[in-house]
């Protein structure tokens, strides 16, 4: 964290953020996949972003250290260590990275056409460095002969080299979808930040339109959201708030409003689940506690009652008889993304499509034929469709 991220600036190249998370906080969850022991930061001075990086290190267990020289490292170091170095400002597709490193030392090269023009240095006639290596720890011993204001990285990656230390080229750019690159500047992370984005937001199985809806609004007003810091937390609570306003409208009888607000919720949602996709570690542990699942449920306990509240109720017939169509449907279209995948359960669970048709047929005053009609189009289709691979997730 020695490189400034402009020239005549003190503010390390490491703290530029992209996408929501950091140069140092991406290289930091790297290194702790790798179940590094000690995290040591190459840095002038203790700021307030490094404090926040040793806070997430020490609760991931590892121990942290601060130093402002290389030759600091040589007391860290033990002979039967092995050290992961990661160049300053290296920002990489995280799991490709770490399956790399996994394999063993190893100097990580690439062809040398590519290395220079995306900024790193020349290893030979035919490689360009990669920005990290996994080499064993006494070989570190080396950095006390050069001097004190070297480059840790480079001197680290030549020690090896001229040791022996195996070469490991990465895939190219274009294979897989890999995100290898050095942000030098406030300019290149701006410029990198809709890939990055495009990256984060990949989605192999078929889309609802909902999800496309959040996808657009994600791309095209996502870096500025994350940038001011509100991140999917502002999203989540206007989904939050839109559910409520929903079930209040439902109360008062305004049952088109409600499902109006109840499917703007839904996509806001998404466009939450998207959001936090882009901000979160590339490989933290999930949550527990889903709070995309949990929103689901309460938009479908909202959407029962609403619906049910369209209704009218026969003469003799109890107050739960509203209610049980709505219920069997919201059931069902629950079942149906553990019978099979693809492009009908993935319409079948968008709740904004959902809430679209039940407004519809309320204006058109279709009301429980409507439901019931619905009902049993999910069902026919839950057996209809093919048998897979059992699939546990929700909507």
């Given at each position: 964290?020695m490189?400034?991220?402009?020239p005549?600036s003190t503010a390390p190249?490491?703290?530029?953020n992209?996408?929501?998370?950091?140069?140092?906080?991406?290289?930091l969850?790297?290194?702790l996949?790798l179940?590094?022991?000690?995290?040591?930061?190459?840095a002038?001075?203790?700021e307030?972003?490094i404090?926040?990086?040793?806070?997430?290190?020490?609760a991931?267990?590892?121990?942290?250290?601060?130093?402002?020289?290389?030759?600091?490292?040589?007391?860290l170091?033990?002979?039967?260590?092995e050290?992961v170095a990661l160049?300053?400002?290296?920002?990489?597709?995280?799991?490709?990275?770490?399956?790399?490193l996994?394999?063993?030392?190893a100097?990580?090269?690439q062809p040398?056409?590519?290395?220079?023009?995306?900024?790193f240095?020349?290893i030979?006639l035919n490689?360009?460095a990669?920005?990290?290596?996994?080499?064993?720890g006494?070989?570190?011993?080396?950095?006390?002969d050069?001097p004190?204001?070297?480059?840790?990285?480079?001197a680290?990656?030549?020690?090896?080299?001229?040791a022996g230390?195996?070469?490991?080229p990465?895939p190219a750019?274009?294979?897989?979808?890999l995100?290898?690159m050095?942000?030098?500047s406030?300019?290149?992370?701006?410029?990198?930040?809709?890939?990055?984005i495009?990256?984060?937001?990949?989605?192999?199985?078929?889309r609802s339109p909902?999800r496309?809806?959040a996808?657009?609004?994600?791309?095209?007003f996502?870096?500025?959201?994350l940038?001011a810091g509100s991140g999917?937390?502002?999203?989540v609570?206007?989904?939050?708030f839109?559910?409520?306003?929903?079930?209040?409208?439902?109360w008062?009888?305004w049952?088109?409003?409600?499902?109006?607000?109840?499917?703007?919720g839904?996509?806001?949602r998404?466009i939450a689940?998207?959001l936090?996709?882009?901000?979160a570690d590339?490989?933290a542990?999930p949550r527990?506690?889903?709070?995309?699942?949990v929103?689901?449920?309460?938009l479908?306990?909202i959407?029962?009652l609403?619906?049910g509240?369209s209704?009218?109720?026969?003469a003799?017939a109890?107050?739960?008889d509203?209610?049980?169509?709505?219920?069997m449907?919201a059931g069902l279209?629950?079942l149906m993304?553990?019978i099979?995948?693809?492009?009908i359960?993935?319409?079948?669970?968008?709740?904004?499509?959902?809430?679209?048709?039940?407004c519809?047929?309320?204006l058109s005053?279709l009301?429980?034929?409507a439901?019931?009609?619905?009902?049993?189009?999910?069902?026919?289709s839950?057996?209809?469709?093919p048998r897979g691979?059992l699939?546990?997730t929700?909507?």
């Open positions: 964290m490189e400034a991220a402009a005549g190249r490491a703290f530029l992209i996408g929501g998370i950091s140069v140092a906080r991406l290289q969850g790297i290194v996949a179940r590094c022991e000690r995290i040591v930061c190459l002038a001075a203790m307030p972003e404090v926040a990086l040793q806070h997430a290190a020490e991931a267990g590892a121990q942290f250290h601060l130093i402002s020289s290389p030759r600091q490292l040589v007391g170091v033990t002979a039967t260590d050290v160049g300053d400002g290296l920002f990489v597709s995280a799991a490709e990275a770490v399956g790399l996994e394999q063993g030392q100097v990580l090269v040398i056409e590519q290395g220079l023009a995306a900024g240095e020349r030979d490689h360009a990669a920005g990290a290596m996994r080499i064993p006494r070989l570190v011993e080396r950095i006390a050069l004190s204001d070297c480059d840790a990285a480079s680290l990656q030549r020690i090896a080299l001229q230390i195996r070469q490991r990465i750019p274009l294979d897989a979808g995100f290898w050095l942000i030098r406030e300019d290149e992370a701006h410029a990198v930040e809709p890939l990055w495009r990256r984060r937001t990949r989605d192999d199985e078929s909902s496309l809806i996808l657009m609004a994600v791309r095209g996502g870096p500025a959201l940038h999917p937390n502002a999203a609570i206007a989904a939050a839109l559910a409520l306003l929903g079930a209040g409208a439902g008062l009888g049952i088109a409003t409600a499902f109006v607000l109840l499917a703007g839904w996509v806001l998404e689940v998207l936090a996709r882009i901000e590339p490989l542990i527990r506690l889903d709070s995309k699942l929103y689901g449920w309460l479908d306990a959407m029962v609403v619906a509240w209704l009218p109720v026969s003799g109890g107050l739960g509203r209610f049980f169509a709505p219920f449907l279209l629950r993304p553990r099979g995948s693809g492009r359960a993935a319409w079948m669970g968008d709740r904004a499509l959902l809430a679209g048709l039940l519809a047929a309320s005053g009301g429980i034929a439901i019931e009609a619905a009902a049993a189009i999910v069902l026919i839950g057996f209809a469709l691979q699939r546990i929700q909507p």
